[in-house]
């Protein structure tokens, strides 16, 4: 279990494996190597992604994580290369601050960015805030409420607005310096999870309705 609050970026250093296939990937982190367990949860960019070797580097950790069909055909793990930088989250303690929402990092669709928009710092750059427009599929959209927690690439966002399957988010000069959405633009994948809360009670509806 998650919150959506971002500790570290990563780069993925080496990948092993196929399309469609079980991937293998190398990251570096600022993580200390010793605080990382083999079969810990790490969310990366969004997938929670199990730890199956770890070790030192100068300036933090390496960690290597292992991908599924499934995670490959549901997110943008699959392409992922050389060079690839990740939002990375730790998994939840009890009794740690949840500062975002609860998230899974179970991924239940890819969205992809259409417009982005950088708002004025009043002159100052640092101080600039963006606002992105973002796809989502329409399954995924129903889920989806004005003002509720989404979870893409990671990051707890609230959403600004929701219409039909395109819904919009605001991101603030921290966040954008915290995580990779500093560099998103416009066509870029995103890896989309739903409010956990969104998500059982359309399945309550279905099964009580017989929807």
Request: with cysteine; hydrophobic share 45%.
């Amino acid at each position: 279990m998650f919150t959506g609050i971002v500790t570290d970026i990563g780069e993925v250093v080496a990948v092993e494996g196929r399309q469609g296939t079980l991937k293998r990937l190398r990251l570096h982190s600022a993580y200390a190597a010793e605080t990382i367990a083999l079969g810990a949860s790490i969310a990366c960019a969004g997938p929670c992604l199990t730890v199956v070797a770890k070790g030192e580097r100068q300036g933090g950790s390496w960690f290597e994580v292992e991908a599924a069909a499934e995670t490959l055909a549901l997110t943008t793990v699959a392409d992922w290369t050389q060079g690839t930088r990740v939002n990375l989250e730790r998994s939840l303690k009890l009794g740690d601050e949840l500062g975002g929402h609860l998230v899974t990092g179970h991924i239940d669709a890819t969205a992809r960015i259409v417009a982005r928009e950088d708002l004025s710092g009043n002159g100052d750059p640092s101080g600039a805030t963006a606002r992105f427009v973002i796809d989502v599929p329409q399954e995924a959209a129903a889920l989806i409420a004005r003002k509720g927690s989404v979870a893409l690439d990671g990051v707890s966002l609230t959403v600004n607005s929701i219409e039909a399957n395109r819904l919009s988010v605001l991101l603030i000069p921290h966040s954008l310096s915290a995580t990779t959405f500093g560099e998103r633009k416009p066509g870029d994948p995103l890896n989309l999870e739903v409010d956990l809360m969104a998500r059982y009670a359309a399945r309550l509806a279905e099964v009580k309705y017989g929807g």
